[in-house]
């Protein structure tokens, strides 16, 4: 068993870590505060190659693996959860097209994302009453000679309104004749498309640098080259997306909660009540040991998942595991940081407030923590 890194892995960390220091920290605030889309930055993160950490190079990306994009994106969350968001979709989206596109879909979209001629991909599954259950969908594609016609609204869409390419998902069977998930299929739609527009842009209680909008779709056109991978056959692909999806989120979690944990431990050194600094205190130095023995577990968890899917083995139950993990550690941890600032924690005058609202929705978005129990415990049950 080892647990080093390897070279690229380590360098993959470094250039996250040096760019997102350098480059986001000092702009971190204040994109929160504008509710600032990071699109300069967003374009550099795709020079660096991190807009396709797992992405073959011959389609542009670095080609370093899963255990690297989770190092990455612990990097650019310590510094901007905003940020990690569109990068977390946008590798994500890339990774679909790679693995389920024909080589025409490959060659034209993937290329796009990973040299950052387009800002981001976006990924729309879930709709108003399919979020937990996305095989509820109402979204309709009918085949019409050589088009598929899109009918139907999305909703909660990260970066839908910047996004170059759309992976979106349509009912191609009615559920009577393919019931639950079957009968679903996954299709490419590019911005602009007459039919297609983008609706509400969502007021959030955090992440409120990246934007999540609805989609509506009215007759809305697609050449029959825009089906992604085999009709009625397109929730696996969803399924499948969304256990590497989980590892982006669970690795976003754990690198918010870093940021706020490094954070306390400064401030408890310099912060005096009683003629002393507060870390004296046990009840400071247990909550501390406590954030960081459980950090460390989520990273683990993390690590251990991605290097399933590195190795091509299953992996969906421990994304779900480390997902569940980190993002309820995240909150956890956040929380306590808060308190340990004391007043000052609950002002925006010290970065645990934003790192507090920022990790809030990862046990909630791409499956909430009820959801990732049910995949762990259908799999032990199984
Ligand atoms: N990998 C590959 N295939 C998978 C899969 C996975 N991880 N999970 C499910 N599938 C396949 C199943 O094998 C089944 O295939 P067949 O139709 O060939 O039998 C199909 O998908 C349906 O699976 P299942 O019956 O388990 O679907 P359910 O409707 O019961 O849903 C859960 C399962 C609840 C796990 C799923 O709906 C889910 O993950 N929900 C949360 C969605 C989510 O994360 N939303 C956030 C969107 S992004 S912000």
Redesign the pocket.
Known sequence: MHLEFTETQSLIQQTARDYAQRRIVPVAAQIDRESRFPKDILKELAELGLMGVNIPASLGGAEAGAVAYVLAMIEISRACASTAVAMSVTNMVGEVITNFGTEEQRNRYVPMLTSGSVVAGS?A??EGGA?????AMRTTAHRDGNHWVLNGEKM?I?TGDHAGVFVVWARTADRQTAP???GISCFLVEPGTPGFSVGKHEEKMGLRGSTTVSLSFEDCRIPASALLGEEN?G??I???A??G??LGIASQAIGIASAALEETVAYVKQRKQFDRPIADFQAIQWQLADSRTELDAARMLTFRAAWLKENKKPF?QEASMAKLFASETAVRVCNRCVQMHGGYGFTKDYAVERHLRDCRVTTI????SE?QR??IS?SLLR
Request: proline fraction near 3%; charge should be positive; charged fraction near 25%.
């Open positions: 990924f599954l879930s979020g937990s259950d996305p095989g909660w990260s639950g998930t079957r056959r929730f696996r969803a399924m499948m969304l256990d999806g989980r969906s978005y791409e499956g909430t959801i049910t995949v259908r």
